[in-house]
Nanobody, 121 residues
Framework: QVQLVESGGGLVQPGGSLRLSCAASGSIFFINDMGWYRQAPGKQRELVAAITRGDSTKYADFVKGRFTISRDNAKNTVYLQMNSLKPEDTAVYYC???????????????WGQGTQVTVSS
């Protein structure tokens, strides 16, 4: 069994910062790509940022220059540093990871339960 647990969400004023964390636990053999998605009310879930095991990153245009994704492979954890937050960044943020639970097992995709980020004055 594999679990992804996010933390770090909350209420912040426009222009403020938050740091999200997502820790993977359970029967983990290898974690490949990790990423953050978000879903605002009435909208589809969308990619925010992703990072490979080798630390190659990609970002959605709407967060470039404001958000930074990073990971600690020893801790099976991915982070999202969010700066210069805007009201339109308000959403539930979900962690996502491609994980193998054994060398002979296929890679499966896992989601966290989500953490709410609200940007409001």
């Amino acid at each position: 069994q594999v679990q992804l647990v996010e933390s770090g969400g909350g209420l912040v004023q426009p222009g403020g910062s938050l740091r999200l964390s997502c820790a993977a636990s359970g029967s983990i053999f290898f974690i490949n790509d990790m990423g953050w998605y978000r879903q605002a009310p009435g909208k589809q879930r969308e990619l925010v940022a992703a990072i490979t095991r080798g630390d190659s990153t990609k970002y959605a245009d709407f967060v470039k220059g404001r958000f930074t994704i990073s990971r600690d492979n020893a801790k099976n954890t991915v982070y999202l540093q969010m700066n210069s937050l805007k009201p339109e960044d308000t959403a539930v943020y979900y962690c996502n990871a491609d994980i193998r639970t054994g060398w002979y097992r296929p890679e499966n995709n896992y989601w966290g339960q989500g953490t709410q980020v609200t940007v409001s004055s």
